[in-house]
């Protein structure tokens, strides 16, 4: 709180500034604005003339959202033992959304999601959590002993309330809540130490042990290994690879190549499946989240990997969620700062990549992915309505489009998607 007060005396004065500023000389002021007003009135006029159909609900939600409701049904009707067979199952077959989430996670994340939200919202009410709905779940492990995906879900919703008590409560008592969360962690690696996920061939298994280990900096160095492993047992899992770069990031002010060393396994783990690609996957979230991470990127390695993920995973989800990012993420930045000193043709040549997946590969879009990628880039969003998420989405991306290709239908022509790619419509 004692930074909040001490920056408020320079922002009103700032602010003061600013107002003299402009009384004593308005009209360079006015005339910017108004300039601005009208290259927004331009956009959004040029985007009644781009012809994009849209998915307020796409194939990949409607799958992970039918993964979630099951495993969320058969907790509610403490039908355990059938939803171990399916998280088994999942993890046998591989099991993924068309967009490549991995299914027994989201069963296994349906399943604990409950008790997960009632605490959450105990902690934002500023209320003691009840103990109740843990110690339920906690009843489960006495019902199925030795049952791996039962211990999962129970292994990780500790997991989930431990990031509660660290990210929701930490403001009001950062005593009570390191303590809560350092419970829960323990508590969570006490339930899943028996398993071991390369021996039963369970990716959910790796995956929770990676989420552990994260939340832990003295297994650094395991928690790569345990990511390399979980890679080999589930290449096709990009998420995996999303989530190595994220909880690599802690580690770059100590070992700044660390990152790039991970990313580059990566991409030779999963050649087979992913070409360059497994390279982009690591960096994906990093670059969203840490700026710090442009510096390391070899920018050759990482568009090679874009054109190989498009090449070997067309579903649009992935195209929408590649755009968005070289759109969003990847933008240009108008003020230089340090973090960025040194980067911006890096991130000009990420954000030209836009133009080759707009015209070569989008032909619908999915609205939500540039929601998040807009509002939440990398992380698990706490956002506003679905219909406000939708229509800002769908917004963001068309506006975007159109100032990428203004020139094109400033003469009052159209552009079109299709499955045979981007054209143009001319003008009647």
Request: proline share 6%; aromatic share 6%; glycine share 6%.
């Amino acid at each position: 709180m004692s930074k909040s007060k001490e920056t408020l005396p320079q922002l009103a004065g700032a602010l003061s500034r600013l107002r003299g500023l402009i009384q004593r000389n308005p009209a360079p002021v006015k005339k910017s604005m108004a300039k601005r007003r009208r290259m927004e009135q331009d956009i959004d006029s040029l985007t009644k003339r781009i012809i994009l159909p849209s998915l307020p609900v796409s194939d990949e939600e409607m799958a992970r959202a039918t993964h979630q409701d099951k495993g969320q049904k058969l907790a509610r009707q403490d039908r355990w033992g059938e939803l171990s067979k399916k998280i088994r199952y999942a993890d046998e077959t591989r099991l993924a959304t068309p967009g490549g989430e991995t299914a027994s996670l989201l069963l296994a994340y349906g399943a604990r999601s409950d008790i997960v939200a009632s605490i959450e919202d105990a902690l934002h009410d500023g209320q003691e959590p009840d103990r109740e709905g843990v110690d339920a779940l906690e009843e489960v492990l006495e019902e199925e002993p030795g049952d791996y995906a039962c211990s999962l879900v129970v292994a990780l919703a500790h997991v989930d309330i431990a990031w509660a008590w660290h990210s929701i409560a930490s403001e009001a008592s950062a005593e009570m809540s390191r303590a809560r969360a350092r419970y829960h962690i323990e508590r969570a690696e006490a339930i899943m130490a028996p398993f071991d996920g390369v021996k039963l061939d369970a990716p959910s298994v790796l995956a929770a042990r990676c989420a552990l280990n994260a939340n832990c900096p003295r297994k650094s160095r395991a928690l790569a290994d345990d990511y390399g492993n979980l890679i080999e047992l589930d290449p096709h899992g990009y998420r995996h690879m999303r989530s190595l770069g994220r909880h690599m990031l802690p580690q770059i002010s100590q070992t700044p190549n660390a990152l790039e060393l991970e990313a580059r396994r990566t991409a030779l783990r999963a050649q087979e499946y992913w070409g360059a690609g497994g390279y982009t996957w690591v960096y994906f979230d990093a670059l969203a989240l840490e700026p710090q991470a442009m510096p390391m990127l070899d920018p050759d390695f990482f568009i090679d990997g874009l054109r190989d993920i498009i090449s070997r995973k067309r579903d649009q989800h992935v195209i929408n969620l590649l755009a968005s990012f070289c759109a969003i993420i990847m933008a240009p930045q108008s003020e230089e700062t340090p973090a960025i000193a040194g980067t911006q043709k890096t991130r000009n040549r990420i954000h030209d990549c836009l133009d080759w997946i707009l015209k070569d590969h989008l032909q619908e879009l999915h609205p939500l992915i540039w929601s998040q990628t807009l509002l939440a880039p990398g992380q698990v969003p706490m956002l506003p309505s679905r219909r406000a998420l939708v229509a800002k989405g769908r917004q963001t991306a068309l506006r975007i489009i159109a100032s990428r290709f203004a020139s094109e239908i400033a003469d009052g022509s159209s552009i079109a998607f299709s499955r045979a790619g981007m054209y143009r419509l001319p003008s009647l």
